[in-house]
């Protein structure tokens, strides 16, 4: 039930180390800390779903979809939404299809012919089956396991929690007019939560868990610079340490590493090169989401923040 | 092999590092307030079995990845790993079942949080932590700001919603209802000579009902209210359908605050706007202001409701009677819960309390955290 391989071989790629995965999402763009490394290492070496929880915008879905990149495997994304079900989920019946089908039988006498129980059997078969995410992962073919990324599952309801904990123990699917479809190779599966509630404990513990954190001053100035290579690096840490400062003031919406992103692409546009409070009012739009935050953010002084930047931000450039 | 250790194997058995490290971590994790169940400790055994036991680093990450899963515990972690590190050379600490002790002492005066071991011979492990359990009891108006913390800690594991209904099962279920419903479909349409005829979706609404919780931040509950806000902010975060408002000179709407902030924040958002500090609130205008704008419109609908409250109000006793009917009348249970109950020769001195125990449900205390684990029981049963 556990494995405990050594030398984990996925999809007949060696992930043999922890520094293997940072390489390999380093490689694709993605810039993790330790505890990330690790949690991604020892879920592709165990074979479990990796579970990550926090606040949105900190890389969640990015993560999933740099894994998929640097494996060169499909990224098969289920995006969750209160209401979710298995129609959605997992698989649905064609019934346009089923309806013209029936039609065409009727019309050709073959109805009559075949019986009532013989045409049910056509109508729920495979052919007029359609598969949703989580099947799709489970029936892929691909040469190397899909990314399974089932996105802010917080938002689902208890009762689909129930269910994937399910698909995640033995990773099959019954359809009662078909059968069971069982994976082949597991597919690699990321869960992603805003933690707008709690998910279930029991889900977790199938996992391995990472709390996500916003990104430390250093590696938020690495993901600028590699994500906008025209900024320069003084930019970037007065913007990231503008973005820290704006985390630590209890807003509504705390900026994210896009917002943090998309405010140093429009600094570097309007030719800034140190932030002053009159630039910082102007764009501040790109960060802040909410009035009552901008009101906050004023409430407690730009000037202030702008000093603390240009500290920070010009020591390290 | 490595992957069979149950519970049935006596600790002493334990020969490899892995398990060894990963059993006795646990049973301080567990010592400590955290839950540490065997499942997470299996899984524990085999992410060191991959990553080795030699660097804490990786040692501290396995355990994290595999026994944590929220954030609040992280903190608690953190510090019981520390000791446990350090003492993790020291065999007479962990080589005999029966003689490891962990010991949590109670952590009063200081901010030194690393553990310390005895400086007799004694095997235990001593890790510092604050009187987690002898506050179960504790009266929340004695609640030191550290103690707050705690509280809040254990009121995350409070949870609004007992385990999960029997439904396991539901969703495919519903799947095969909805496919018979197709069938009759087809079959009404080999009779109408394939006419459509449109499906009809029969699924049944199984929500959980909502929930609204009603906070006094009047003066009076000022001792109440800090502790009871986290409450409000474990339910809110905790589960969907959880909408808060406190109760002052005004009404204020916190569901929002609370989702992912620092209740201490929302709590004095809320409480700036009480002008007046020293009296009593006017409990019945509040709920008239809440019944008209939100209420009786379709919040509070189906809903359980819970007040809580001292039930000191200003204001005239027949007002807040009113509300409490016009509530109750569309409410699908009213609790109220009162942080004074306990307190001998209180009753009396309540009128507005006694204005409105005649359209209550439920009456039960809220001064200590027992008293809020029994408040969950009501409502999951509500
Ligand atoms: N560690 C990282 N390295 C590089 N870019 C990152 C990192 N974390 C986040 N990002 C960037 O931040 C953006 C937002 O992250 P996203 O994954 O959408 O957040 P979440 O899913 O947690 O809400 C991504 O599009 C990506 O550009
Ligand atoms: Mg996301």
């Known amino acids: 039930m556990y494995p405990s391989r050594r030398t984990p071989t996925l999809w007949g790629v060696t992930v043999s180390s922890v520094t293997d995965v940072r390489a390999g999402l380093q490689a694709n763009g993605y810039l993790p800390d330790d505890g990330v490394t690790t949690a991604v290492y020892l879920s592709l070496s165990l074979g479990r779903p990796l579970f990550l929880e926090g606040e949105a915008g900190v890389g969640k879905t990015e993560l999933a979809k740099t894994i998929a990149r640097w494996r060169g495997a499909p990224l098969i994304r289920l995006q969750c939404y209160e209401g979710i079900d298995i129609s959605q989920a997992v698989y649905d019946w064609d019934y346009s299809r089923q309806l013209l089908h029936l039609r065409a039988a009727e019309a050709s006498g073959e109805a009559k012919e075949a019986g009532t129980t013989a045409l049910e059997n056509q109508l729920y078969s495979e052919r007029f089956l359609v598969k949703r995410a989580i099947l799709r992962a489970i029936t892929d073919e691909s040469n190397t396991p899909p990314v399974l990324l089932i996105d802010e599952i917080d938002r689902a309801d208890d009762e689909f929690e129930a269910y994937l904990l399910e698909v995640l123990s033995d990773f099959q699917v019954t359809i009662p007019e078909i059968g069971t479809y069982v994976a082949k190779q597991p597919p690699v599966v990321v869960l992603t939560s805003n933690r707008t509630r709690d998910v279930h404990d029991a889900l977790k513990r199938r996992c391995l868990y990472h709390w996500v954190e916003h990104p430390d001053f250093e590696r938020e100035v690495s993901i600028v610079r590699a994500k906008v290579p025209s900024v320069d690096v003084s930019l970037a840490a007065q913007v990231a340490a503008a973005v820290g400062s704006l985390r630590a003031m209890n807003l509504y919406k705390p900026p994210g590493i896009a917002e943090t992103i998309d405010w140093a692409t429009a600094l570097g546009r309007l030719g800034t090169s140190v932030l002053d409070e009159s630039v910082v009012e102007a764009t501040l739009g790109t960060v802040l989401k909410y009035k009552e935050d901008h009101d906050r953010v004023r409430e407690l002084g730009i000037a202030a923040m702008v000093k603390q930047a240009l500290d920070r931000g010009l020591l390290h450039g | 092999m490595s992957t069979t250790t149950t519970g049935s194997t006596s600790f002493f058995e334990l020969r490899s590092g892995p398990e060894r490290i990963a059993v006795v971590f646990a049973r301080v994790l567990r010592q400590a307030g955290l839950t540490a169940p065997l499942d997470s400790v299996l899984t524990f055994i085999a992410a060191l079995e991959q990553l080795g036991i030699d660097s804490r680093d990786n040692v501290y990450w396995a355990g994290r990845a595999s026994l944590i899963g929220r954030p609040e515990d992280i903190s608690l972690y953190d510090r019981a790993f520390a000791v446990f590190w350090e003492h993790r050379e020291t065999p007479e600490y962990f080589d005999d079942d029966e ?30 932590f604050s009187r987690v359990e002898t506050l179960q009891h504790k009266d929340f108006a004695s609640y030191s700001d550290d103690e707050l913390d705690i509280a809040r800690q254990l009121m995350g594991r409070l949870k609004l919603i007992g385990p999960y209904r029997r439904s396991l099962r539901r969703a495919p279920t519903r ?7 197709v069938r009759r479909t087809l079959r009404a349409s080999f009779a109408s000579d394939g006419e459509l005829i449109r499906r009809r979706f029969t699924a049944p609404d199984e929500r959980p009902r909502r929930i609204v919780l009603l906070l006094d931040v009047s003066g009076s509950m000022e001792p109440y209210a800090r502790a009871l806000v986290r409450f409000v902010h474990a339910a809110v975060v905790g589960r969907q359908r959880v909408e808060a408002f406190t109760l002052g000179t005004r009404l204020t709407r916190i569901t929002r605050e609370l989702n992912s902030r620092d209740p201490d924040i929302a709590l004095r958002r809320a409480s700036d706007s009480v002008a007046d500090w020293s009296g009593g609130t006017r409990l019945g205008e509040t709920l008239r202001h809440f019944n008209d704008r939100w209420g009786t419109r379709g919040m509070a609908r189906g809903a359980v409701v819970v007040v809580l409250s ?50 209550v449900e439920d009456f039960i205390e809220g001064h200590s955290l027992d008293a809020l684990q029994h408040l969950t029981k009501v409502i999951s049963n509500a």
Not at chain 2, 105 to 116: F, I, M, N, R, T
Not at chain 2, 175 to 181: E, F, I, K, V, Y
Not at chain 2, 315 to 342: F, Y
Request: proline share 8%; aromatic share 4%; glycine share 6%.
């Open chain 2, 175 to 181: 799947r095969r209802a909805q496919s018979t419903d």
């Open chain 2, 99 to 128: 003689q490891l002790k962990v010991s949590i002492v109670l952590d009063d005066e200081d901010a030194a949080s690393e553990g310390v071991a005895n400086p007799s011979d004694d095997p235990t492990i001593t890790v510092r």
């Open chain 2, 310 to 359: 001292d039930g000191w109000d200003r204001g005239s006793p027949d007002v807040l009677a009113e509300q409490m009917q016009r509530l109750g009348r569309v409410a699908h249970r009213i609790v109220w819960v009162n942080p004074l109950k306990v307190t001998p020769g209180y009753a009396p001195l309540a009128r507005g309390m006694a204005a409105a125990l005649p359209y």
